[in-house]
């Protein structure tokens, strides 16, 4: 299945597979957000930078197939942060947020690249009292850190609510047309990137690494693997993470219906979308249904579940569904992302654990990689530090969503037998 975004792009260039030995400053392994914008960034810098990708670069990585947020909005609630980290780190994970969004639309503008890059508000409503209440917890929690979020006590979104909660100032884009610019402009740079070039092994000799590949040998003094998951599934990162599915729908439906933005429903699992003004019509990209993905779900009931939903927002409207795809969502263990080396020194750095906020947390792992191999203090990399464990109060916390959400989809749209 094909998403939005792998639609009637015309790729400049084929990039060759690796298939000699290579001896670089800096190896990246994966050619998603992370991995390109790391490559950007380390273009600037006096590093010698490969990137290797197993398929093209446009292919399969999992910035494909999102709905391409960029928001300081994360899927765990500001009051869970607040909670589990105490407020100055749930404030830095905000302000992290912020940072992307105002990194990304700098280098769109520094850079030219035309990929719809477009300010918005993120708007999380409730259907019921209930949700309305912690909405308005939340709205008060985030102003007295320092942030520019409202709740409306209206019903004003042109869809079924009982308030909502609007974060202004954040961001959509066309995920692939960004990231092919900043491919360009990298190899500019001196960027080496090869396509159809597997790593299948990383082996740390002390002050380098080597990359073994079916083809080549790749030494290195830093490795970034920036696939979705850490492909060489270090121990360390094991049980820090949950992978789940989610689906998602482009819809068709006519101009001027609801306000371009960014939206989300209180659900656990929650339901997502963000309205797209075009010439003749407005495009709605809506996901949800999310469910683990080691659980046999029903995959059509799945989808019939996400349309069910997608008439609650589009009550007696005509609506025209163009494509349908699955994405992944990997979940972290105590709700933040992790970051960094996953061993102390290793010079192997891995992220996990984007959730269902990857363009916010795919650039904010190119800066914390970029800052710790250049020497640069990063005020997020401890926050973030990929070698933390969980505490007992984030795995019961934790444990508790996955019920929810357990119960919440899997169950409801019916295991398949």
Known sequence: MESTWQQGLEIKSKRPALNTTLSVDVLVIGAGITGITTAYLLSKTKQKVALIEKASLHENSATAFTTAFITQVIDTDLQKIVDTFGESRAKLVWEAGDKAID???????????????????????????????????????????????????????????????????????????????????????????????????????????????????????????????????????????????????????????????????????????????????????????????????????????????????????????????????????????????????????VTHGFSGTGMTFGTISALVFRDKIEGRKNKWAKLFDASRAPTIKQLIAKGIDYSEEFFGAAVKNTISS
């Open 103 to 349: 990194f990304i639309e700098k280098t769109v503008d520094e850079e030219k690249i035309e990929c719809e890059f477009t300010r918005c508000s993120n708007f999380e409503y409730a259907i019921n009292d209930s949700e309305k209440e912690e909405l308005i917890k939340e709205a008060k929690l985030a102003k007295n850190l320092g942030f520019n979020v409202y709740f409306h006590d209206k019903n004003d979104l042109n869809f079924p609510n009982a308030g909502y909660l609007e974060t202004k100032k954040q961001a959509k884009f066309h995920p692939i047309k960004y990231l092919n610019g900043l491919v360009e402009v990298s190899e500019k740079n001196g960027v080496q990137f090869y396509e159809n070039t597997e790593a299948k092994k990383i082996n740390e000799k002390g002050g380098y690494i080597e990359v073994e590949t079916p083809d080549s040998v790749i030494a290195a003094r830093n490795v970034i693997v920036a696939t979705y998951s850490p492909f060489n599934h270090p121990l360390e990162m094991y049980f820090k993470g949950g992978l789940y599915t989610t689906y998602m729908f482009e819809v068709n439906v006519p101009k001027g219906l609801l306000t371009q933005g960014i939206y989300e429903d209180s659900k656990n699992p929650y339901h997502y979308f963000r309205i797209d003004s075009k010439k003749d019509f407005d495009r709605i990209i809506v996901g949800g249904e999310d469910h683990r993905e080691d659980v046999s779900v029903d995959e059509e009931k799945s989808f019939k579940a996400l349309e069910k939903y997608l008439k609650t927002i589009l009550p007696k409207t005509k609506y025209k569904i163009i494509r349908r795809w699955t994405g992944p969502i990997l979940e972290p263990i105590d709700g933040l992302p992790y970051i960094g080396e996953y061993k102390k020194d290793s010079h192997v750095f």
